[in-house]
């Protein structure tokens, strides 16, 4: 029997097959404290997280009895996976399992960012009546949507923009050109330089490496199509926060949404106060039931393997 440790929120449901066969401490909070976390990893054969551990430093060099680390999401830049590889720790991603959650999230904001109306609640319990600055919202159909990546969750994005009439570009360095993928989704292969200056919605989905950090600053957002809309739901680092807000205030940006930011959770930041058409969400874009669901029986599934 192995001892498992969970430390951040997991699927009720797919708790219980590991529970059936070896012991389990599930804390859901036990990411919050870093002292415990790494007494209960000394004595771990697995642990499982989401992407507020950090399993690196301290919590890796605990980990001296572990099997394997299982992340409860697709993004792996906060597990230390070459660090992990050299201890024997097999790491367990479960990918395309929130594709689903982050493509609608995708859809969503293009659609509520490009209409620019859906904020009208307050006004109009209020009494006011702003019709005609509310009626010059744009439609997504007829559009054209940039993916920066063009993996699992890029490709299912853009087939569900094409159902809406959204014509579809990408980019992606690890892609070529005459990559399927393309093709099987409607989709044109582009250079970042060129999705950047046509796209009227630029949506991110490329991992935060040394190559793509700060990949959206203040130049590259300088140089997006005037009244383009901007949707980041890969990792914070990508992009320039000062300048997307810059860029919103001064008209450059028509819309953004940030799923994702620098350093989470996100500190009351002044950058963002009054800035027009602009969504923040806490990391949720692919945390949905649903998604939680499919991560979880998978992360659940793998280990099992690996533990038997």
């Known amino acids: 029997m192995a001892r498992i440790v969970i430390a951040e929120f997991m699927d009720p449901a797919a708790l219980e097959p590991l529970r059936a066969r070896h012991e389990l401490l599930y804390e859901p ?115 054209t949507l940039g993916l920066v990546g063009f993996g699992a969750i890029g490709q299912l994005t853009a087939r569900s923009a094409a159902a809406l009439g959204v014509r579809t570009m990408a980019c992606d360095a690890l892609l070529g050109a005459d990559h399927p993928a393309f093709a099987q989704t409607g989709t044109q292969p582009v250079g970042l330089d060129e999705l950047v200056a046509q796209a009227d919605v630029v949506s991110l989905h490329v991992p935060l490496l040394a190559t793509t950090r700060g990949l959206f600053d203040a130049d590259r957002i300088g140089k997006m199509k005037p009244g383009a809309v901007l949707i980041n739901s890969s990792r914070g680092g990508i992009v320039d926060q000062a300048a997307v807000a810059a860029a919103l205030r001064a008209g450059r940006l028509g819309g953004a949404a940030l799923d994702v930011f620098d350093t989470e959770p996100l500190a009351a930041a002044a950058q963002f106060q009054d800035c027009p058409n602009l969504l923040l969400t806490p990391h949720i874009a692919g945390v949905t039931t649903e998604s939680n669901q499919r991560v979880s029986r998978l992360i659940a599934q793998q280990l099992l393997e690996v533990l038997h």
Request: glycine content about 12%; aromatic content about 4%.
């Open 29 to 143: 909070q036990l990411v919050d404290d870093g002292a415990r976390l790494q007494r209960e990893a000394a004595g771990a054969d697995a642990l499982i997280v989401r992407n507020r551990t950090q399993v690196r430093g301290a919590l890796l060099a605990a980990l001296q009895r572990c099997q394997a680390v299982g992340r409860l999401g697709a993004g792996l830049d906060n597990i230390d996976v070459a660090g992990c590889q050299a201890r024997g720790i097999r790491v367990l991603v479960a990918s395309g399992a929130n594709a689903p959650s982050v493509a609608e999230y995708v859809i969503a904001a293009a659609l509520l960012l490009l209409r620019g109306a859906y904020g009208a609640t307050a006004a109009l319990a209020s009494g006011h009546w702003p019709r005609a600055a509310l009626s010059n919202g744009r439609e997504f159909a007829g559009k």
